[in-house]
């Protein structure tokens, strides 16, 4: 073996690249055999335990468990002895910590570029970790929006991956809006998904706020870290858009259901009797949603996943894929229930289901 190898972060789902680092059974220093498990990852639609493929020592752990981490990112080294440097690289891949806003990083040379553009530091986000990339898209850009067919059904989706995707067909299924543009920071102006020209990032929202696009759809998950999610209603809404209600024509939302603005919900889903579903949540394909529950602001409700009569769920929760939450248990606000668990009794607010647990354990 070299005498340094980089452990990377693997990418588990095609169309997802940050996954939740859910458990870090490795400390810098530790010896480590081939085979011995590192970490747990979990995304939307998958859990991975990452085994090492040669024995050695770990060097330069980069992250932390809980932390949102990006296919590719290099995880840690894996040294021949204890006492091997880091390369130049990784030393200068963040400066250091007094010199920045807590919580902030960011490699050298977006720090350098960042400051040759006056960028504001505390406002860069502190839950990811910046790059050049991230930088040059808070540079302002002449905003150049191609001809379109604007009128009172006219909607943009903000966010062109997977979701994005979905929500394209879901929309033009549900045939009461007409999907018009995609707007993402991270995809090319003039491409395409589904279709749909993409617009522009961010930068584009007033223009099209002013050429008359009032309705606008989040499309941007926030599986594992919601900040994304929450800055995007927060720039829909500074640029003034509002937030329609979209259901595809093969769920059922029962007549006594409350639904507010901002709400999706997936094919073959059941939205029951007296439920009441806050702004921004989400009820994915498959899922239900049984009688008197109420679900709290931006919750996700991941498909398949099953909730029994009365079951109350805090605001920014997650439910994984093929959940099931007895009748009358509480889910705190901000917790997280991983894919495939059973929940028996009430979750904290915060509180972490392992994926294919019983709770409580």
Not at 298 to 304: E, T
Not at 310 to 334: D, K, P, Y
């Amino acid at each position: 073996m070299p005498d340094l190898t980089p452990v990377l972060v693997p990418q588990l789902n095609p169309n997802e690249r940050e996954s939740l680092l859910v458990d870090l059974r490795v400390q810098d220093g530790q010896k480590i055999n081939a085979g011995d498990v590192l970490a747990v990852l979990e995304t939307t639609k998958s859990t991975m335990e990452l085994a090492a493929d040669a024995g050695g020592y770990v060097l330069g752990l980069a992250f932390a468990r809980g932390d949102t981490v990006s296919a590719g990112q290099v995880l840690f080294y894996l040294g021949a002895s204890p006492d091997l440097p880091l390369p130049a690289a990784a030393k200068a891949a963040e400066p250091a910590a007094d010199d920045l806003p807590a919580g902030l990083r960011i490699t050298q040379p977006a720090l350098a570029l960042a400051r040759s553009l006056g960028v504001d530091l505390n406002k860069l986000p502190v839950n990811t970790f910046v790059t050049e990339a991230v930088i040059r898209g808070l540079a302002p850009a002449p905003v150049a929006l191609p001809q379109l067919d604007i009128d009172e059904k006219s909607l943009i989706i903000y966010g062109g991956g997977g979701h994005g995707k979905s929500l394209v067909d879901l929309v033009n299924l549900q045939n009461a809006y007409r999907v018009v543009g995609i707007v993402d920071d991270g995809l090319p102006v003039g491409s395409q998904v589904l279709d749909v020209p993409v617009l522009g990032g961010s930068a584009v929202l007033p223009a099209l706020r002013d050429r008359g696009v009032i309705l606008a759809v989040n499309a941007v998950g926030g599986i594992g870290n919601l900040a994304p999610r929450l800055k995007v209603f927060e720039n829909l809404t500074q640029a003034g858009f509002q937030f329609p209600t979209v259901v595809h024509p093969s769920a059922v939302v029962e007549a006594s259901a409350e639904i507010a603005a901002g709400v999706q919900v997936f094919a073959h889903a059941y939205v029951g009797s007296a439920v009441r579903v806050e702004f921004g949540c989400i009820v994915n394909t498959g899922a239900i949603v049984s009688h008197d529950c109420v679900l709290g602001e931006m919750v996700n409700i991941s498909p398949g996943a099953i909730l029994a009569g009365s079951v109350q769920v805090g605001a920014r929760t997650l439910i994984g894929m093929g959940v099931t939450v007895n009748l009358e248990v509480r889910v705190g606000e901000g917790a997280r229930i991983g894919n495939g668990a059973t929940v028996k009794a009430d979750v904290p607010a915060g509180g972490v289901v392992r994926a294919g647990t019983i709770w409580p354990e």
